[in-house]
């Protein structure tokens, strides 16, 4: 399974979210016909674009609550996210999650504005 994390500032579009995800896939060599889903933090639940960009991929979106984000081992840190999430990397606590045990990161977050991705794959699958 491979997973899309997905982190953001309030109010990005669709389209947004769907070039982060695309600019992080192709940085591993990859294409979106290799993604099983998208995963974001709980506290983004109510972000409209990334529920958007995964109707559009036809991708479930994961969300992932708290405990699970802070049990995450992530390689990107951002104090913004610590503060606000309780993480050093929404979207790369959110990818591992969501691909769940024995799961790795591909590589750090990419960023592409306001939008983080990062992409993680099971450990089934690594």
């Known amino acids: ?6 982190g953001s500032r309030k109010g990005v579009s669709a389209r947004d ?3 982060a995800v695309e600019t992080a896939l ?5 294409a979106l016909p290799a993604l099983s889903a998208l995963a974001t ?8 674009a990334i529920f958007a960009a995964g ?3 036809r991708l479930p979106v994961i969300v992932v609550e708290q405990a699970e984000l802070k049990a995450a081992s ?3 840190h951002s104090d913004l996210s610590q503060e606000h999430a309780g993480t050093p990397s929404v979207s790369e606590a959110s990818a591992l999650a969501a691909a769940g045990k024995g799961a ?7 960023v ?15």
Not at 1 to 6: C, E, Q, R, S, W
Not at 104 to 110: E, I, N, Q, S, V
């Open 104 to 110: 790795k990161l591909l590589g750090p977050r990419t």
């Open 26 to 30: 192709e940085a591993h060599g990859l």
């Open 55 to 57: 109707r559009e991929l």
């Open 17 to 19: 979210v769907l070039a």
């Open 74 to 76: 992530t390689t990107s």
């Open 41 to 48: 933090a709980s506290l983004k639940q109510d972000e409209a």
């Open 112 to 126: 592409l504005g306001a939008v983080t991705c990062a992409i993680a794959i099971s450990g089934d699958a690594a």
């Open 1 to 6: 399974m491979m997973v899309a994390g997905i």
